[in-house]
């Protein structure tokens, strides 16, 4: 049998990030910070060994699913970043596409919620670049858009108001386990009918 090329073991190595990442979504899902390496190389099916390999410890771990996640987050926005929302104001597509893909993608809850509690669960200043990172692709864009759209006063406080009740909504659907896929389009409806009568 002879070796494998270098493209095969890119392709393995690819594969095997792409498992580990999604098992360390689900774990985190169930278990919070509490999740061990050992947990997701069982979720993986993969030996604890194979993990390790990627990942010494758990922080490690969460830092990469957080950057990824990120990444994840800017390219599901990135149409309403590049100025296309349809017929709606952009924050109101923004959030839409922010409350759906939280939804169908562990990994960007996590992130929200993450950015939400503010790190609170993670070690010193270990995220502190994430975070940046967050706020200047995600977090200020957004910021502006409601300035610029809305005439907001206050343009943060909107902002927080509407990521909290995003992560709040995807937090109920996720924990509680609920039958009904939750309806988007309503719940961004009346976050936007909300404020926009605040804001007269």
Not at 49 to 56: A, E, I, L, R, S
Not at 120 to 145: C, T
């Amino acid at each position: 049998m002879s070796p494998r090329t270098k493209e095969q073991n890119d392709a393995i190595r690819e594969l095997r990030m792409s498992q580990i990442m999604q098992a360390a979504a689900e774990v985190y899902m169930e278990k919070g910070i509490q999740l061990e390496v050992r947990d997701v190389a069982v979720k993986a099916e993969l030996g604890y060994g194979t993990v390790y390999h990627y990942y010494k410890n758990k922080h490690m771990l969460l830092e990469d699913l957080l950057w990824d996640a990120l990444n994840r987050t800017e390219s599901a926005v990135m149409p309403v970043l590049m100025g296309d929302s349809g017929s709606l104001l952009k924050a109101e597509s923004f959030s839409r596409l922010l409350l759906w893909k939280s939804i169908q993608d562990p990994s960007i809850f996590i992130l929200l919620k993450t950015v939400v509690d503010n790190f609170h669960h993670f070690p010193g200043n270990r995220f502190s670049k994430l975070f940046a990172d967050f706020q200047e692709r995600i977090y200020s864009p957004f910021v502006e858009m409601i300035r610029e759209e809305m005439g907001s006063t206050a343009p943060e406080k909107t902002a927080n108001l509407i990521f909290g009740t995003l992560v709040g909504c995807t937090t109920l659907n996720i924990h509680h386990n609920m039958q009904s896929e939750i309806d988007v389009d309503r719940i961004v409806d009346m976050i936007f009918s909300g404020i926009q009568s605040k804001e007269r």
